[in-house]
């Protein structure tokens, strides 16, 4: 399968679609996914994992599109709370279809490897980091983890924090708007996320998730399809 791959730039922002579950996955359509996002997250925690292995493409039918692939660990959201081993495993079999990958940041010690596979494909990938609780260091650890990121080779750090109240989310605007050493994807999770999603974008949010289907993938998530159409409204895209 041959696909785009996507150029992170900051003040670019890009519409990731994400699917919550398989039956939406099976579901989606190349047409529908055009419109909703500009991007495509495969979330291989939530599909068989075991028929992943053994050589199933559940997502070949949007063959031609940008496809990011996850592998989520389970203390940051994942599903079925996979080891170390069989989370990479899932990625390299993502490999000859991905456009991107996404690797936590706590485990990127792990995957030394599979970096350097990426590497010599010509691959990018995001760090990623959750926060689902809305811890109060959150904010001051954003920083670090982004240089953090950056020193570990990612093109992108991708951190989402649970937000409490306003001025949670002022806080996580700022550091989007202040950037760091590569482009940031910054977003909020529970009631204030679509506010969050927006404003990031605004700022230079490089990608910011939506669902496609009938499942989010993180609390207070909306649509890929209604957030592509805000964030063009609110940035002129």
Known sequence: MSSQRPVLKPYQPLVVGSFGNAESLAAASIAEARVACDLIEIR???????????????????????????????????????????????????????????IELASVDVSGSLKEELREQGLSWVASWHDFEGRDDSFGRIPELAAEAAKAGASCFKAAVRLHDLEGLKKLVALQKAGAEIPLALMGMGPLAPASRVLCAQHG???????IGNAPTAPGQWSARLLKEAIADSVGI
């Not at 994992?49 to 940008?66: F, M, Y």
């Not at 949010?205 to 669902?211: C, I, K, P, R, T």
């Open 44 to 102: 291989l925690d939530l599909l068989d994992v075991e028929d992943i292995l053994t050589g199933s493409r559940p997502w070949v039918h949007l063959e031609g599109l940008p496809l990011l692939f996850t592998a989520r660990r389970g203390d940051e959201g994942g599903a079925g709370d996979l080891d170390a081993g069989k989370r990479l495993e899932l990625l390299r079999a993502s490999l000859p279809d991905a456009a991107i990958i996404d």
């Open 205 to 211: 949010g490089v990608l910011n998730y939506g669902y």
